[in-house]
């Protein structure tokens, strides 16, 4: 037994391998993807990135159905794309253990959204976990493994932002094997067809009182009674921050959150006289307690329905005075940084592809990645990113349209713009490849850039089937884009150097070109940063210059013109990609002297 700082992602990683868990599955996501990455390296255990959230999930039940104990973990938005298997989960039950954790991202600080996760736990009528520490990250996860064997049921420990990053002190212990729970056949219990799910529901509405009787006892839903005028009812990082806030007022802190805790709640809306509920981004606390017929005390102003919580924000909707200089946040706030918009990398391989979409005024449905920022200035080309793989069921559903509109002899003014699809290989594995296959399924048209950096940048750098490199480094296969492709039934398909701006240009124009067939150009050239690529520093001939700013328009951050007219090339950032350099009109531009 020892005390050491982890953060809460590493302490749901930890709670889980003492708690006997052999195996983790899923798939990278902010702010979730330590939480695998720290369990893969804890002794005798088998960990995996799945290609998305759902494999992942599936993965883990059969592991679990085995007998043995599973950890999932994913983004709020992947609790989504796992959400079938979940619902249904949820009625067959668990062999093994199996705890899945949605690491939430209420102020959207790298997520398209920032949906509150419980909600699903609500749906699903699972169990779900809160912790508000990394001590209790770690001791819920233990919990939630206990609770799953006891009662046969998936449990949920969302998580957000703040307790997922945030370093506690943990108290550590030694890892408890757990038993197998043998496998025995139990048709009824797997298979989900009406017949059997049928009475599979109502067993788990029987588990659902069970679940209620944990709540009201779980030791982890208690009332911490103070000053009782004022009382809170708060869960995860809310909790803390109501305790940063009002350290002397009452607070009902709830680390077991579905089913809520009814008799807990009314004996402490009774033992204070002025009632808050605490939620951040979605009323999920409020809309519980008064589901009981409790109705809180109204704030001096309400509470923001959106974004991140915060001491000072709760101060201010209690009508409070607020301090200068108490809270670290604050202080944040207080320091003028001056605003740094992102951008892809200096020598990153997407950028050669967006300039040439932008040059050929395409309009381009893009997907979630490092390549998102396609979107931004200078480059300013890419037009919609929803959801993970939408780039290229989007393109085909543009392509419908303008093929209706054709037949309709009606057009719209942007008719003559070719219309691309672009996506990351990582997202084209998680769900890019079942749109290819609607779409060639449905004899769909269109083109589609697969920008493939070899790994999964956007997260970090984890690898997936195209790079071929797995979580725990066992030899594996690359998947050969080309041939899955031309599997498929895609026959135009061609693959080039992703920094090579000839290649790419007459690759994007000839698919452009071919309007009757679906086209898919795969630009290919490894990530700079997971790879350390290096290559010889481009330097900018002041003489040669005509400080044109065509270099800087590609949006590269180690060029500027701040205040001669003339390009500089950062030496230290520059990493030789050579974009620079084949895009300028005036051959000023190349590899430093002696390198
Ligand atoms: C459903 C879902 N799961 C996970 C994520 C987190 N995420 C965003 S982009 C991305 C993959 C990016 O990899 P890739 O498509 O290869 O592009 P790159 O960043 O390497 O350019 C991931 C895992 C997400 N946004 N949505």
Request: hydrophobic share 40%.
């Amino acid at each position: 037994m020892s005390k050491i700082l982890l953060s809460g992602n590493e302490a749901i990683a930890r709670g889980a391998w003492e708690a006997g868990c052999d195996a983790g599955f899923g798939y990278p996501g902010t702010p979730s993807t330590e939480t695998l990455e720290s369990f893969s390296k804890l002794e005798g255990v088998y960990a995996e990135w799945a290609i998305n959230e759902k494999v992942a999930l599936e993965s883990a039940i059969g592991f679990s159905m085995a007998g043995h104990r599973a950890l999932v973990t994913m983004k709020h938005v992947g609790v989504n794309v796992a959400s079938d298997p979940l619902m249904s989960i949820a009625y067959a039950g668990v062999n093994g253990g199996l705890v899945i954790l949605a690491a939430d991202d209420p102020g959207m600080f790298s997520s398209q959204n920032e949906q509150d996760s419980r909600v699903y736990a609500e749906f699903a009528k699972i169990p779900l976990f809160e912790p508000a520490d990394s001590e209790e990250a770690l001791e819920m996860t233990k919990a939630a493994f206990e609770l799953s064997e006891k009662l046969k049921t998936i449990v949920m420990i969302r998580s957000t932002v703040r307790i997922s990053h945030t370093k506690t002190l943990v108290e550590t212990h030694d890892r408890q094997a757990a038993q197998p729970v043998p496998y025995q056949t139990s048709i009824p219990d797997w298979v989900m067809m009406p017949a059997y799910a049928r009475p599979k529901r109502l067993e788990s509405d029987k588990r659902f009182a069970e679940l209620e009787e944990c709540s009201e006892t779980s030791l982890f839903n208690h009332a911490e009674i103070r000053d009782t005028s004022i009382g809170f009812i708060a869960s995860g990082a809310c909790y803390q921050y109501v305790r940063e806030a009002f350290p002397e007022a009452s607070t009902l802190k709830l680390g077991m959150t579905h089913p809520l805790p009814e008799s807990k709640i009314r004996a402490f809306a009774d033992s204070v006289d002025e009632l808050y509920v605490v939620d951040e981004a979605y009323p999920y606390l409020l809309k519980g307690v008064r589901a009981f017929g409790i109705e809180p005390t109204p704030w001096t102003s309400p509470l923001p329905a959106a974004f991140e919580m915060s001491a000072m924000l709760l101060k201010e909707s209690y009508g409070s005075p607020i301090e200068q200089n108490t809270t670290a946040l604050e202080l944040q706030k207080q320091v003028a940084v001056p605003p740094r918009p992102p951008a892809l990398c200096a020598g990153c391989p997407h950028r050669v592809a967006f300039n040439e979409l932008k040059r050929m005024k395409a309009i381009v449905l893009g997907d979630i990645g490092c390549y998102t920022l396609g979107a931004l200035a200078p480059l300013t080309t890419l037009e919609s990113a929803i959801d993970m793989g939408a780039s290229v069921s989007m393109g085909h559903g543009f392509e419908v349209a303008r093929e209706l509109e054709s037949k309709a002899g009606v057009s719209q003014s942007t008719s003559n713009r070719p219309v691309f699809s672009i996506i990351g290989d990582s997202t084209f594995a998680h769900s890019g490849l079942s749109g290819v296959v609607s779409t060639v399924y449905n004899a769909g048209v269109g083109n589609i850039v697969i920008l493939d950096n070899r790994t999964t940048a956007m997260t970090g750098g984890q690898g997936n089937p195209i790079s071929g490199k797995t979580l725990q480094g066992r030899q594996t296969n690359e998947l050969d884009l080309p041939k899955v492709l031309k599997a498929i039934g895609v026959e135009d398909v061609v693959q080039v150097d992703a920094h090579n701006v000839k290649a790419v240009r007459e690759a994007l124009k000839a698919a452009a070109n071919n309007k009757d067939k679906l086209s898919v150009v795969i630009c290919q050239a490894p990530c700079v940063v997971e790879y350390r690529i290096h290559n010889t520093v481009r330097v900018v001939d002041a003489e040669a210059c005509r400080g044109c700013g065509t270099c800087t328009r590609i949006g590269c951050p180690a060029i500027s013109m701040y205040d001669t007219n003339i390009a500089e090339i950062n030496d230290k950032l520059c990493n030789g990609c050579s974009q620079c350099e084949q895009y300028c009109p005036f051959n000023a531009i190349h590899s430093k002297e002696g390198e």
